[in-house]
């Protein structure tokens, strides 16, 4: 069977899964074939698994007219347009063509939707009969890659689900990158991109408000917020002796003061007048004042307890 031409027909412009709009010429013989890619199962959005596979739906024609009758087709994925290693084949032998339309359904496993290039080389014959043409130039199935895919309904994903990783590790597996920064960045973003969101990378969870830090809460409107293992917040207790009052005790730099205490070594002791934590600037520690009744010179120390807080 002599084979001069393979057309495309373009009516499909969203990728899922590795699948792709065929929009693309190749000329070698007397058949015309039109096709496009979907995933297998699309008609029923409700409850889809976006798995390896894809339906191939084509309309074959012969001579000029629709095609009818069985042929042998051979499906087979590249990594380049020429030469190249092969993901797989996958052949569909005596497949029904009825008034030029045929549907099959092709799965070369992960290799075929892990985002790189592909280029399906198609070779057909009538059913039995001789040895299969090549249509030529394989065609690519990265077009259209990174489209927007809507679904007006709920999906049900029963099982893992990757998103960008080549295996599959947890329920949901997405990867180290990119980076959350204030304006942008994050590998899971949940929010507007202007206004509040919080942007999730592998060892960073940030809230952001119109590409600025804002303040990320944590149970707001009650419960208990538990942190495993260690907490390192810088924590330590700092104190001064100082022989007259009123004296005071200042945080190391870039620590904030938590509480604090005062104490005299009068017999009896002063009275106390002022306990309180302070802030000049970037300076914060613990204020200590006593009514020095009998005007000597005791010691009074001042306690402030500090930590990396905001």
């Known amino acids: 069977m002599a084979v001069d031409r393979l057309s495309s027909y373009c009516d499909l412009e ?3 899964s590795g699948m792709s709009t065929l929009c693309q010429r190749a000329t070698v013989g007397s058949l015309l074939l039109l096709s496009t890619l979907v995933p297998a199962g699309a008609e029923d959005r409700a409850g889809f698994s976006l798995g390896t596979a894809f339906n191939y739906q084509g309309r074959l024609q012969h001579d000029g007219r629709a095609a009818q009758g069985r042929f042998d087709f051979a499906f087979e994925l590249f990594d380049a347009a020429q030469g190249g290693r092969s993901f797989g084949r ?3 032998l005596d497949l029904p063509v009825s008034q030029g339309a045929f549907v099959v359904e092709l799965d070369f496993g992960p290799a075929g939707s892990s985002g790189d290039p592909g280029w399906l080389e198609i070779q057909v014959r009538p ?4 040895a299969f043409t090549a249509l030529e130039p394989r065609q690519r199935l990265a077009e259209g890659r990174g489209a927007l895919c809507t679904v007006d309904s709920d999906v049900l994903i029963n099982g893992t689900l990757g998103v960008g990783v080549a295996s599959v590790s947890a329920p949901l597996h997405l990867p180290g990158i990119p ?3 204030p304006g942008s960045g994050g590998v899971l973003v949940v929010g507007a991109v202007t206004g509040s969101n919080v942007a999730i990378d592998a ?3 940030m809230a952001r408000f119109n590409g ?3 303040t990320l809460l944590l149970n707001n409107d009650g419960g208990t917020v538990v942190v495993g293992g260690p907490l390192d917040i810088g924590y330590q207790i700092v104190e001064q002796t100082f022989g007259a009052t009123p004296g005071q005790v200042s945080c190391p ?3 904030r003061v938590l509480g604090g205490g005062c104490r005299s070594w009068d017999t009896p002791p002063d ?3 002022a306990s309180q934590p302070f802030n000049f600037g970037a300076d914060y520690g613990w204020f200590c004042a006593y009514h020095d009744q009998d005007s000597d010179s005791s010691e009074v120390v001042a306690y402030a307890v500090c930590a990396n807080v905001q």
Request: net charge negative.
């Open 253 to 255: 730099a870039g620590l």
């Open 271 to 273: 009275p106390l007048f």
């Open 90 to 92: 996958v052949d569909r």
């Open 179 to 181: 980076d959350a920064e």
């Open 212 to 214: 600025q830090p804002s």
């Open 203 to 205: 060892n960073e969870i």
């Open 14 to 16: 969203e990728f899922m």
């Open 127 to 130: 059913a039995g009969e001789g």
